[in-house]
């Protein structure tokens, strides 16, 4: 019997898996399509200046300390498994479209400032300075140089390694319920109808986490799906590289964002609609991103179009994540990660194996209850 079954092998759950292994515990993790869900589609951006939120306090300090915390995540992976964990410490530059969204941007560097986060105001021009293939209408940006990105297929991929180079046991099946027995979570059953008895159990479920049964559906926290719409475009040799670092621009009040990957891939992300669990990638959001992409960066009328995808966001009524412990006994919850989920990947692995090894929730972690929702 392993200590610890991890439901749900995305990114969140395999590294929580890792990082326990990495402690000397029996882990399980299972998932029928490790890594294929949200974390496949995301395009990996760390980014808890660019996107703070006012208000959202307790998540920037968590966003913070994952930012912090992933290159030595990122170089631990590599060392293990001689892979690469698609870190890219890039820098962010956020771009403003007209003066309406200039303006909107110069609020946003304020708030930031405040906030005592690093953000250097740039007129049109420097903006182009540092990024040269930018529509020559761009009215000013923002320089962040703490936010970056991660290839989160990349990430995926070496994760998937690590856990197995760890001993951790991948069993490619759904879960179809958490078994209990009064308020003690006991292990899971699987679809085969097999169950995984465990010490503790994990649900790193995502968008599916409040439809986990066997979990009364009073304890089930209030995560709900929201698709978002992604493109993969490839950027022809000659204009390479058509971007150096992540760009984020407003267009017109829309939000777009362009992160580069070293091979040539531009990833374009992302829409944001709430159609529960629909993955079909509509028309409609394949040309609002083209649409706000070309009107700061010209030169995308000219990349392939490789793919376009759409995932589901794990989003709480407050946008911030779901840990630790969840109301049964020996069930903990690693899910609602929204639009965080590759940034706080490494922290929460961290409060996860912290928690399970002295079974007390961080501090860090302890504005993320589930019972904050009125459990
Ligand atoms: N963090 C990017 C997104 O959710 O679209």
Redesign the pocket.
């Known amino acids: 019997m392993p200590d610890v079954v991890v439901v749900g092998g995305g990114l969140i759950g395999l590294a929580t898996a890792w990082r326990l292994a990495a402690d000397g515990i029996q882990v399980t993790v299972c998932d029928p399509t490790p890594g294929a869900q949200t974390s496949n589609v995301a ?1 990996g ?1 760390l ?1 808890p200046v660019t ?1 703070v939120e006012y208000g959202e306090d307790d998540l920037l300090a968590l966003n913070l300390a994952s930012v912090n915390a992933w290159p030595t995540f990122a170089a631990e992976l590599e060392d293990l498994t001689g892979q690469p964990a698609g870190l890219h410490q890039t820098g962010t530059l956020s771009v403003a479209y007209d003066v309406d969204d200039a303006a909107a941007l110069r609020r946003l560097a304020d708030y930031q400032r405040r906030l005592g986060l690093e953000v250097e105001e740039l007129s049109g021009r420097d903006a182009r300075r540092r990024e040269p293939l930018l529509a020559t209408g761009v009215s000013g940006g923002v320089w962040v140089p703490g936010d970056h990105s991660v290839d989160n297929r990349q990430a995926v991929a070496t994760l998937l390694r690590a856990v197995e180079l760890s001993g951790v046991q991948l069993i490619r099946q759904r879960v179809t319920q958490v078994v209990t027995s009064g308020t003690t979570a006991l292990g899971v059953q699987l679809e085969n109808g097999d169950t995984v008895h465990a010490g503790h159990v994990i649900a790193a479920t995502g968008p599916w986490s409040s439809q986990l049964d066997g979990v009364p559906e009073e304890l089930r926290p209030p995560v709900r799906p929201v698709k ?1 719409e992604v493109l993969r475009l490839r950027v022809p040799e000659a204009y390479r590289p058509a971007l150096q670092h992540t760009v984020r621009a407003t267009a017109r009040g829309f939000s777009v964002y362009l992160v580069p990957r070293p091979g040539g891939e531009l990833v374009v ?2 829409t944001t609609s709430e159609l529960g669990y629909d993955t079909r990638v509509l028309a409609g959001g394949v040309f609002a991103l083209l649409r706000d992409a070309r009107s700061v960066l010209p030169i995308t009328d000219e990349l392939e179009l490789v793919e376009a995808i759409a995932g589901l ?1 794990p989003a709480t009524p407050d946008n911030a994540p779901v840990l630790g412990p969840s109301g049964l006994d020996r069930l903990l919850w690693a899910t609602g990660h929204y ?2 989920g590759v940034l706080l990947t490494p922290v929460t692995a961290q409060i996860l194996a912290d928690t399970v090894r002295t079974g007390t929730l961080p501090d860090l972690g302890k504005p993320f209850l589930a019972n904050r929702f009125g459990h």
């Open positions: 395009a951006m980014a996107e978002g992300g992302a966001r639009r965080n």
